[in-house]
């Protein structure tokens, strides 16, 4: 950050965090954030701090250990001891906080992360578009509006000739119904033939589909590509959705998955 040294790092993002920065000051903390990838996972470990704060009691813990050092540190401040070693150790009492909080959300987090809940927490239901003909009732499009998931699924088996849009929604319906493997077979369907159509039909939606299958699937690996691919796209449609999925969740199923 232009014009703090390297220790102040983690004070300025925790009160970007913590909201105590000007207007200003925080539009340049978002810009860097969005462009250092090494700074946006700091910023992450310290936002799931917080949240370990809030999810596992040690709120009173780290308010303990702040009021025994903020004493020490405002009568620093008083004597005007600005040397490079006092505030190191000043520093470093503070790291000791963060480490004892991130090292409980650590235990915490492992334990209740899973492929199913990381699915679940950003999986949102396709909605067709209201305008889109839906024809009779036994239709794909109707049944799958319907909620008819596995209606769905006969009507696309006993279809001949498939269309993106179909795969799609066979996709959809094999989520639903808990067929990881299916759907991503039908995900991929739906590449195979944008790759080789001139019309391009539901990519964007597949990108983000087809990581939320991978997940699902424990497939983690091939999910967290997907991601890195929209995320590479500040345009895409799926972008912000993206990007709210944790890296550091993502790392914790990688390692559950080996």
Do not use: W
Not at 156 to 183: E, P, R, S, V
């Amino acid at each position: 950050m232009p014009g703090n040294p390297e220790n102040d790092i983690t004070e300025i993002l925790v009160r970007y965090m913590d909201d105590e920065l000007t207007p200003g000051e925080k539009a340049t903390i978002a810009e860097q954030l969005q462009q250092d990838a090494v700074l946006n996972e700091r910023y992450q470990l310290l936002l799931a701090a917080k949240q370990a704060i809030r999810m596992q009691g040690l709120k009173q813990r780290v308010q303990n250990l702040h009021k025994e050092y903020v004493p020490q540190t405002k009568e620093l401040k008083q004597e005007k001891i600005v040397g490079r070693t006092s505030f190191f150790k000043t520093f470093m009492r503070i790291a000791a906080v963060f480490i004892i909080v991130v090292a409980g959300y650590g235990v915490f987090e492992f334990a209740l992360t899973n492929d199913q809940s990381v699915y679940e927490d950003h999986f949102l239901s396709y909605e067709l578009p209201v305008n889109r003909g839906l024809g009779t009732s036994n239709t794909i499009d109707s049944l799958y509006a319907a909620k008819n998931y596995a209606g769905t699924i006969e009507a696309f088996n006993a279809k001949q000739h498939k269309i993106q849009q179909d795969y799609f929604l066979a996709a959809q319906c094999y989520l639903q119904l808990n067929n990881a493997g299916k759907a991503i077979e039908a995900f991929q369907d739906v590449e195979n033939l944008n790759n080789v159509n001139a019309q391009k039909s539901f990519v964007q939606e597949t990108d983000y589909y087809l990581a939320l299958a991978y997940i699902k699937a424990g497939n983690i690996d091939a999910g967290k590509r997907q991601i890195d691919k929209i995320l590479s796209d500040k345009e895409h449609l799926f972008y912000n959705k993206a990007k709210q999925i944790s890296g550091i969740q993502l790392k914790i199923l990688q390692l559950k998955n080996k």
